[in-house]
Protein backbone atom coordinates (compact mmCIF):
# COMPACT_ATOMS: atom_id res chain seq x y z
CA UNK A 1 0.00 0.00 0.00
CA UNK A 2 1.21 3.32 -0.75
CA UNK A 3 1.19 6.18 1.51
CA UNK A 4 2.18 10.34 1.21
CA UNK A 5 3.02 12.24 4.52
CA UNK A 6 2.92 15.87 4.49
CA UNK A 7 2.87 18.55 7.18
CA UNK A 8 -0.12 20.07 8.03
CA UNK A 9 -1.28 24.00 7.15
CA UNK A 10 -3.82 26.23 9.04
CA UNK A 11 -6.13 25.09 6.31
CA UNK A 12 -6.03 21.45 7.18
CA UNK A 13 -7.40 22.05 11.03
CA UNK A 14 -10.62 20.29 10.15
CA UNK A 15 -9.03 17.35 8.99
CA UNK A 16 -6.64 16.76 11.67
CA UNK A 17 -9.49 17.95 14.28
CA UNK A 18 -11.76 14.63 12.56
CA UNK A 19 -9.03 12.41 12.88
CA UNK A 20 -8.53 13.40 16.69
CA UNK A 21 -12.05 13.19 17.37
CA UNK A 22 -11.81 10.09 16.17
CA UNK A 23 -9.63 8.99 18.64
CA UNK A 24 -10.64 10.51 21.40
CA UNK A 25 -14.15 8.58 20.70
CA UNK A 26 -11.98 5.41 20.34
CA UNK A 27 -10.47 5.53 23.76
CA UNK A 28 -13.53 6.43 25.27
CA UNK A 29 -15.07 3.48 23.99
CA UNK A 30 -12.67 1.13 24.74
CA UNK A 31 -12.41 2.43 28.31
CA UNK A 32 -15.90 3.31 28.90
CA UNK A 33 -15.05 6.40 30.65
CA UNK A 34 -15.63 9.83 29.11
CA UNK A 35 -12.30 11.20 29.52
CA UNK A 36 -12.46 14.00 26.88
CA UNK A 37 -15.33 16.21 25.92
CA UNK A 38 -14.17 17.65 22.31
CA UNK A 39 -16.59 19.72 19.91
CA UNK A 40 -15.39 19.16 16.75
CA UNK A 41 -15.87 23.08 15.32
CA UNK A 42 -13.95 24.44 18.57
CA UNK A 43 -10.99 21.99 17.99
CA UNK A 44 -10.87 22.86 14.82
CA UNK A 45 -10.52 26.41 15.14
CA UNK A 46 -8.43 25.83 18.50
CA UNK A 47 -6.16 23.65 15.67
CA UNK A 48 -6.05 26.40 13.27
CA UNK A 49 -5.14 29.00 15.54
CA UNK A 50 -2.53 27.21 17.14
CA UNK A 51 -0.61 25.85 13.76
CA UNK A 52 -0.67 29.67 12.66
CA UNK A 53 1.17 30.52 16.19
CA UNK A 54 3.92 28.05 15.55
CA UNK A 55 2.61 26.13 18.44
CA UNK A 56 1.23 22.89 17.12
CA UNK A 57 2.46 20.98 14.15
CA UNK A 58 1.24 17.60 12.56
CA UNK A 59 1.72 15.06 9.54
CA UNK A 60 -1.41 13.98 7.70
CA UNK A 61 -0.96 10.28 6.44
CA UNK A 62 -2.80 10.16 2.94
CA UNK A 63 -3.17 7.08 1.08
CA UNK A 64 -4.96 7.50 -2.21
CA UNK A 65 -5.69 11.70 -1.52
CA UNK A 66 -7.53 10.59 1.86
CA UNK A 67 -6.03 11.57 5.14
CA UNK A 68 -5.62 8.40 7.34
CA UNK A 69 -3.53 8.67 9.69
CA UNK A 70 -2.12 11.89 11.98
CA UNK A 71 0.46 12.54 14.66
CA UNK A 72 0.36 15.87 16.08
CA UNK A 73 3.70 17.22 17.71
CA UNK A 74 4.79 20.00 19.87
CA UNK A 75 8.11 21.48 21.00
CA UNK A 76 9.15 21.81 24.30
CA UNK A 77 12.07 21.80 26.59
CA UNK A 78 13.00 19.35 29.38
CA UNK A 79 16.50 19.65 31.18
CA UNK A 80 16.56 15.96 32.13
CA UNK A 81 16.13 15.46 28.22
CA UNK A 82 19.10 17.86 27.41
CA UNK A 83 17.01 20.67 26.18
CA UNK A 84 14.96 20.84 23.15
CA UNK A 85 12.31 18.13 23.02
CA UNK A 86 9.32 16.98 21.28
CA UNK A 87 5.94 15.37 22.11
CA UNK A 88 3.48 13.44 20.01
CA UNK A 89 0.48 14.84 21.74
CA UNK A 90 -2.31 12.73 19.28
CA UNK A 91 -1.44 9.87 17.23
CA UNK A 92 -3.85 7.79 15.10
CA UNK A 93 -4.20 5.66 12.32
CA UNK A 94 -7.66 4.92 11.25
CA UNK A 95 -8.40 0.97 11.98
CA UNK A 96 -8.34 -0.13 8.65
CA UNK A 97 -4.86 1.09 7.65
CA UNK A 98 -3.02 -0.44 11.32
CA UNK A 99 -1.72 -3.43 9.82
CA UNK A 100 -0.55 -2.10 6.56
CA UNK A 101 2.56 -0.53 8.28
CA UNK A 102 1.46 3.17 8.32
CA UNK A 103 1.91 3.64 11.88
CA UNK A 104 5.25 2.72 11.64
CA UNK A 105 5.90 5.16 8.69
CA UNK A 106 4.36 7.90 10.55
CA UNK A 107 6.59 7.40 13.22
CA UNK A 108 9.49 7.82 10.98
CA UNK A 109 8.22 11.11 9.58
CA UNK A 110 8.01 12.35 12.95
CA UNK A 111 11.66 11.00 13.68
CA UNK A 112 12.84 12.91 10.91
CA UNK A 113 10.67 16.22 11.88
CA UNK A 114 12.25 16.11 15.28
CA UNK A 115 15.92 15.47 13.60
CA UNK A 116 14.87 18.67 11.21
CA UNK A 117 14.27 20.56 14.68
CA UNK A 118 17.39 19.44 16.59
CA UNK A 119 15.00 17.78 19.09
CA UNK A 120 16.80 15.55 21.85
CA UNK A 121 13.84 13.27 22.13
CA UNK A 122 10.60 12.25 21.32
CA UNK A 123 8.38 11.62 23.89
CA UNK A 124 4.22 10.48 24.50
CA UNK A 125 2.01 9.22 26.52
CA UNK A 126 0.08 6.37 25.22
CA UNK A 127 -4.07 5.42 26.21
CA UNK A 128 -5.45 3.72 29.01
CA UNK A 129 -3.63 0.12 29.62
CA UNK A 130 -4.65 -2.55 29.51
CA UNK A 131 -7.35 -1.40 26.77
CA UNK A 132 -4.34 0.03 25.11
CA UNK A 133 -1.52 -2.51 25.58
CA UNK A 134 -1.14 -3.48 21.73
CA UNK A 135 -0.29 0.72 21.02
CA UNK A 136 2.10 0.42 24.02
CA UNK A 137 3.81 -2.78 21.96
CA UNK A 138 3.63 -0.59 18.90
CA UNK A 139 5.75 2.08 20.43
CA UNK A 140 8.43 -0.29 22.04
CA UNK A 141 8.55 -2.03 18.34
CA UNK A 142 9.09 1.59 16.80
CA UNK A 143 11.92 1.91 19.15
CA UNK A 144 9.76 3.90 21.75
CA UNK A 145 10.79 3.05 25.59
CA UNK A 146 8.84 3.09 29.00
CA UNK A 147 9.86 5.92 31.18
CA UNK A 148 7.68 5.52 33.59
CA UNK A 149 4.39 6.92 35.49
CA UNK A 150 1.16 7.96 33.75
CA UNK A 151 -0.68 10.89 32.62
CA UNK A 152 -1.90 13.06 35.07
CA UNK A 153 -3.87 15.87 34.52
CA UNK A 154 -5.98 18.93 36.74
CA UNK A 155 -7.96 21.52 35.30
CA UNK A 156 -7.79 24.65 35.78
CA UNK A 157 -10.71 26.51 34.16
Known amino acids: MEFEFREAKPEDSAII ?3 VVALTTEICEKTKAQHF ?3 LRETSQR ?3 LIIDGKYSAIIGMHEHHPVAIAT ?4 YALYAGGKIGVIQEFYVVPEFRKAGLGAKLLEQVNRYGKEHEWSCIEL ?6 EFERTL ?3 Q ?5 AVGGRKMRQVLA
Not at 141 to 145: A, P, R, T
Open 141 to 145: KNGLI
Open 47 to 49: CRK
Open 73 to 76: ITET
Open 125 to 130: CTPPLP
Open 37 to 39: NID
Open 17 to 19: STL
Open 137 to 139: KFY
